[in-house]
């Protein structure tokens, strides 16, 4: 008997910024994945901002995915309940989002979601991208990073000179870390050099 597939859910928040290299990710994802379900958060579904309209982005995911978005609490709470996947993976994965789910908050689609698969103890993986990396989010990165089940896509300083604080992940490795995760293992290094300006 053949093994099932591996399921990959594939959460998008409001770093608009990062959403080409997200998508870039996606599409690997979905190469190496046969099931990949897209979750957008409530406001990265209806925002349209100078990096693309918000319709043309879950068009995309459905097209690249050929799953529906989830886009709501409700669509994403039977998550858990149907163990629905064996990985879930939020890129790109907001300060705010980060400090949701940091203090256990399920008030989106994507920190429901989250909730909802870790309570069967599988991996998430979170790629930061967030202004405050280095501030007000790098409590809720160190307090995430000693949790059970969650895991990191490698991040670096985007811009140590312009945005000193700020963090991306480096999301060409999205696919590696999740990979990693199914192996019960942390993608290293998890800190990454500054690109060089």
């Excluded at 895991?151 to 990979?179: C, I, M, N, T």
Aim: one cysteine or more; glycine letters at 6%.
């Amino acid at each position: 008997m053949s093994e099932l597939p591996i399921r990959v859910g594939f959460a998008f928040c409001g770093s608009y910024c990062t959403f080409a290299a997200a998508f870039s990710a996606l599409e690997e994802v979905c190469r190496r994945y046969p099931y990949v379900q897209p979750i957008f958060s409530e406001r990265a579904a209806v925002t349209d901002t100078r990096f693309g309209n918000a319709s043309t982005f879950l068009n995309r995911a459905e097209e690249l995915t050929g799953h529906r978005p989830i886009l709501s609490i409700r669509e994403a709470e039977p998550i858990g309940p149907q163990k629905r996947l064996d990985v879930l993976v939020i890129a790109p994965c907001t300060g705010n989002t980060l400090a949701k789910l940091a203090a256990g908050m399920t008030d989106s689609s994507v920190t429901m979601a989250a909730k909802a698969h870790l309570r069967n103890g599988r991996p998430l993986v979170l790629a930061p991208s967030t202004n405050d990396g280095l501030t007000a989010s790098l409590a809720n990165i160190g307090t995430l990073s000693t949790r059970k089940h969650i895991y990191f896509v490698p991040f670096r300083q985007d811009d140590p000179w312009k945005k000193p604080a700020s963090l991306v992940s480096d999301l060409s490795l999205v696919p590696d870390a999740v990979e990693a995760a199914l192996e019960d293992r942390q993608l290293q290094p998890m800190v990454l050099a500054p690109l060089k300006c």
